[in-house]
Each structure stands twice: as structure tokens, then as C-alpha cells.
T-cell receptor, first 114, second 112 residues
Framework: DTGVSQDPRHKITKRGQNVTFRCDPISEHNRLYWYRQTLGQGPEFLTYFQNEAQLEKSRLLSDRFSAERPKGSFSTLEIQRTEQGDSAMYLC???FGRGRETQYFGPGTRLLVL | SQELEQSPQSLIVQEGKNLTINCTSSKTLYGLYWYKQKYGEGLIFLMMLQKGGEEKSHEKITAKLDEKKQQSSLHITASQPSHAGIYLCGARSPNTGNQFYFGTGTSLTVIP
């Protein structure tokens, strides 16, 4: 399978714990995006990388959230001191190009904070 | 921020019926994307429309873009149970071009 992959697919954690999610984009894609989706809503943009550079961050991304893409390939999204409001599906997408290219999504990581 | 409103929010149709989903933007559209999502899964890309008046079809799904009305429609002909899922429209922010916004989705159920 050469699509976008995410790990883990499901995560249950207790409030206050740290969690880290991984995204492996399609290999030749230079752009990588993170989104958060809550029940009944469309995905909300969190952050965007072009190669290893994090170029944009949404105001939704609080200080407890950090994302990296150290070698311009896979990316990690860490949430520190999780809160119940962080419970959501975290989606990763990748694309190749400079402009209005299509984003391809991974299956998502579903986070439940107890 | 860019807002995309979809209608209807949910739709239940009998297999074989045609249906239309609408997506209306609060701001000028710079391209419009349609995705499908099955519950608990990622998004599957359906179509991208870039120019006003553009129309694209894939199998029994047709999408149109009306830039003047800041609106797009997705039409499914002779619906099948495999069409069931959540349909999402998405567009880029006119300010940055990289932030991507989605509508709230339309949930489609097709009854066999």
C-alpha cells in the first residue's frame, strides 16, 4: 500500500498524559498536513509542512500541541497534558506540488481522552 | 475564515434514486474539492474543480462549480448502497492558499 499511513489507528489515554501520533506520507509528496475532526464536523486545519519546514499553524494549535517533520518524510504530532477536549480524529494528508494540488488523506488516529 | 456550508446535512434515499448535495462558500472560491468519508475512516478524494462552470464526472457522480454563486453541487445518479458515507467539500483559504477548509459534511444513507 503506497498511500498515507498513520499510527496508531486508535489511542485511549488518561487526562494529563502525553501522546504522539505518526504520519507517513506518500513517498514523493513534499507537503504534509495535520487536521483534527470531531464528531459531526468537517476536518479542521492544524498545521502544514513543506519538506521539513513547518510553514503554517492554525490558531487551534495550542502550546500543548507540537508537530515535527525532521527529515521531510514522516511527521509526528505530539499532544502534551491531554485534555478531554482533545478527543477527536487526527487526520494526516500529503500532496505534491506548489499550488492547488490534491491532498490525499490517511485513515486517521482516533484519540479518546478519559 | 473561509466558511463552507453544506446542504442537506443528511440524506436518506432509496437505492436507484438521484440526489444532489450543495456546498456554498462565504468567500470567493479558488477551487473546490469533494471528498467522501466512511465513518471512522480517512477521506477519499473524489474530484477537484478549479474553474467557474467546470463540470467533472466519475462513474455516477458529477460535480459542478459555479464561481459567481460561490457554490458547488455534487450529483449522484442512480444511487447505490456503496455511495453511502459522508460527503465533504473543501477549499483553500484565499489568504494563504495552504490552509484548507471543509464543510460540515452531508451524511448519505442509501436504502437497498
Amino acid at each position: 500500500d503506497t498511500g498515507v499511513s498513520q499510527d496508531p489507528r486508535h489511542k485511549i489515554t488518561k487526562r494529563g498524559q502525553n501522546v504522539t501520533f505518526r504520519c507517513d506520507p506518500i513517498s514523493e509528496h513534499n507537503r504534509l498536513y495535520w487536521y483534527r475532526q470531531t464528531l459531526g464536523q468537517g476536518p479542521e486545519f492544524l498545521t502544514y509542512f513543506q519538506n521539513e519546514a513547518q510553514l503554517e499553524k492554525s490558531r487551534l494549535l495550542s502550546d500543548r500541541f507540537s508537530a515535527e517533520r525532521p527529515k521531510g518524510s514522516f511527521s509526528t504530532l505530539e499532544i502534551q497534558r491531554t485534555e478531554q477536549g482533545d478527543s477527536a480524529m487526527y487526520l494526516c494528508a500529503s500532496s505534491f506540488g506548489r499550488g492547488r494540488e490534491t491532498q490525499y488523506f490517511g485513515p486517521g488516529t482516533r484519540l479518546l481522552v478519559l | 475564515s473561509q466558511e463552507l456550508e453544506q446542504s442537506p446535512q443528511s440524506l436518506i434515499v432509496q437505492e436507484g434514486k438521484n440526489l444532489t448535495i450543495n456546498c456554498t462558500s462565504s468567500k470567493t472560491l479558488y477551487g473546490l474539492y469533494w471528498y467522501k468519508q466512511k465513518y471512522g475512516e480517512g477521506l477519499i478524494f473524489l474530484m477537484m474543480l478549479q474553474k467557474g462552470g467546470e463540470e467533472k464526472s466519475h462513474e455516477k457522480i458529477t460535480a459542478k462549480l459555479d464561481e459567481k454563486k460561490q457554490q458547488s453541487s455534487l450529483h449522484i445518479t442512480a444511487s447505490q448502497p456503496s455511495h453511502a458515507g459522508i460527503y465533504l467539500c473543501g477549499a483553500r483559504s484565499p489568504n494563504t492558499g495552504n490552509q484548507f477548509y471543509f464543510g460540515t459534511g452531508t451524511s448519505l444513507t442509501v436504502i437497498p
